[in-house]
Every structure is written in structure tokens, then in C-alpha cells.
């Protein structure tokens, strides 16, 4: 497990069976590994709900560009909304979303509503401008039925069982 970013102190003791040393003041430093990728989140939702997942970028100096697809039979992209301002250009048509992160912002959500239909739709990092990524992870929304879709009774399927059964028995009987 990874230790969180802090100032640890490290303390030493050495036992033998005639005395004990203990040795202390030695420090270190742990800092957070400096993100050299691309995340893009994940997440579902019911059909015509909204879904957000995150777009995380290496924090720099200069404008950095990322373009992600989508399918547009799925979900429709409505904006990139997060803690700095970052415009973003879609076409819905073709299932794409453009998000420009101005200098020193690497985070922020993109919105999608999901349409009709219960599918997954993939969501990959198709061009990044700006930057040259290590690693790219690429994400997904998953467009579930509604919450009040009618679920089938236990007890109907249990009737329905009994009449099969009481069928064949009389059948059996003639």
C-alpha cells in the first residue's frame, strides 16, 4: 500500500540481550508521483439520466488539448465543467467533444445524458495536443433501464409453474 504524501519520521531500535539502541531523526519525504497520462473516468446511468466522469490531464505551463469519441446512438456530450474554465467544442453528430485545458488546470467533468437505449458506450482519448501522454486510460458510460421499470413477481412465476405442472398431471392422468 502506498504511503500518502506527508513527512514521515523513520525510528530504529536494535535489541540484543545485553542492550537496546534506538536511533531516531531520521526524516523523508513522500510526495505524490507527478501524473504523466491521461484518466478518463468512468460511470452509468438510467436511460435519460445525466452522467459525469472525470478528465485528468498532466497540470503544466501551457494549453494542452484532448479530444475524446463517444457513440452518439448512446449518450450525447453537453460540457466540460470543472474547478478552472475549460471550452470545449462537440458534434453530436459524429460523437465527439474537444476540451482546451488553459495553463495550470488538469481536471475536469464531462457531462453526458444518456438517450433511450440500455448499452455501453465507450469513451476513448482519440488525439491529445499539448503534451505527449505515458499512459492513457480510457473510460465508459453504461446506460441502465429506468429505476421504475416494472420487475417481474416471484409469486407469478410461481403460479405460472403450479399450472404447468397441474397441466401435465392431468394430461399424464388421460
Known sequence: MPAKPGKY?????I???ADALRVNGLFFNVTALEMHG????????HTG??????????????????????NPETIKAVGAFGPCP???????KAGWINVTFPPGCGLTNLT????????????????????????VTNGSIT????????????????????????????????
Open 38 to 45: 491521461v484518466f478518463l473516468g468512468s460511470n452509468s446511468t
Open 112 to 135: 453526458f445524458v444518456a438517450g433511450q437505449k440500455n448499452a455501453t458506450s465507450e469513451l476513448n482519448v482519440v488525439k491529445v495536443e499539448g503534451f505527449k501522454p505515458d499512459k
Open 49 to 70: 439520466g445525466q452522467a459525469n466522469v472525470s478528465l485528468e490531464v498532466p497540470t503544466s505551463n501551457s494549453e494542452k488539448k484532448v479530444e475524446i469519441s463517444y
Open 9 to 13: 519520521e523513520l525510528v530504529v531500535r
Open 143 to 174: 446506460v441502465v433501464a429506468e429505476r421504475n421499470a416494472k420487475k417481474s413477481s416471484d409469486l407469478l412465476f410461481v403460479a405460472a409453474l403450479a399450472a404447468l405442472s397441474l397441466a401435465a398431471a392431468i394430461r399424464r392422468r388421460r
Open 15 to 17: 535489541e540484543n540481550s
Open 86 to 92: 475549460t471550452p470545449s467544442y462537440m458534434d453530436e
